[in-house]
């Protein structure tokens, strides 16, 4: 079997005003920066990435690959129509060369949306679909937060999502997929396209509560596999992205099997289970003073370890990572053992290498995004190059290069700032400035739910409503292209938090 692997993946996040260009593909972040032909499996290899998985999977099963391209950029505003053109036009042009193949598999995140383009990564797959014969197969992994399309299982003969949140399973999605390909390919080959069905949830749920190692989730997702056999190739579940302003924005179930009724079914048995769950998804939301209050009670109480989940801001979310709601009011409280992390803020992490271990300085720090820093005098503890290896459940074996950092003590506050936005889901990201998150009492991370795989051992999460863009309550967002009958989901606000 000759087949082609690409990936190209972005989550956008519409209500950001920070457009994802060709620099941001271009780059190193917390995955590889954009890697063409035999650069791609090498630069992969060791990363729990689908495309990872994928390759692994054909190369034992003795396939041969076609490495097109693999790019990521970090979640922010719509993809510009240069990088998007761009990219997808080196992809074709790779597939093209590459002659005649069995498959395409492209590593997709599913909630894509560029300047000139609604549903991304539909238009990606269409394009891949529109250039290959009819007896090769098209089939995708995407992120467990893919907002999918019509266009998109309409390109495809399998599209296989991730089941974890924190996402422990992306290249385990990968050797899924590789899976998939194999189940439908005989079919393809003998002009039969699998039948596939597409279903949506009539609401919205917010990323804080999506996680899998919680209820509904967890139950949500762990008969899924049960639901594939001979005669269901592929069945998925995808808890979508919010805040992006798409009609088909939220969670879908999308089925690949041997008949229409089969696939159905599967999306019908699944979306029941999702619907009556509805009620189970929400959480108690604190304001930033209140989060820190709660947290600092509850690390006394169990003398252990409490994580504030700065939401809003997560820049796995398409946030700024610079608000300082939280920051400000950690300060203000002035109690021992509390970090934060991992501020993007260039400017601040270059005065700091500046300034050099030791000093005293005034920052103003983060904050850019909506003109509201923190300022103060600082004493910087340490820096770094803001390169190292994660070590954490999701992120393990990644190079991370994060640009220069610094770690700052605000009052009593240790503060990890880094060059580059980055989702504070691993605890490297602390330790690589000298801050251990384990000798805190409460740490406040710039993360929605990833952080929970790194931070199992916490005794509790406390879920603050900071600034950012990335709000639990949808209400705040004006959505113009979202299906108007979709309901956006309660929420618990707990006392002191906004109404
Ligand atoms: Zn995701």
Redesign the pocket.
Known sequence: MRVAVAGFVH?TNTFSPHPATMDRFAEADGWPPLVTGSELPPALAGSNLPATGFLEAARLDGAEVLPLLWCSAVPSGPVTREAYDAILAWMLERLQAAGPVDAVYLDLHGAMVAEHERDGDGAVLAAVRAEVEASTAVVASL???ANVSGAMVDASDALVAFRT?P?VDMAATGRRTYAALKAVLPGIRDGRRPARALGRSPFLVPLVCQSTDAEPGRRLYAGLGDREGPSVYATSLAMGFPPADTWETGPSVVSYAETEPAARQAVAAVLAQLEAAEAEFAVPLHAPESAIAEALRIADASGGLVVVADTRDNPGAGGAGDTTGLLTAAVKRDAEGVAIGVLADPDTAARATQAGVGAEITVSVGGRSDGRPYVGPARVTALGDGRFTATGPMFGGSHMDLGPMAALRCGRVAVAVASRRMQAADRSMFRHVGIEPDAQRVVIVKSSVHFRADFAHAKAVVVADAPGLNPVNHDTLDYQHLRSSVRRMPVVHASGAPG
Do not use: G, K, R, S
């Open positions: 989550e992120d467990f937060h949140y996402h």
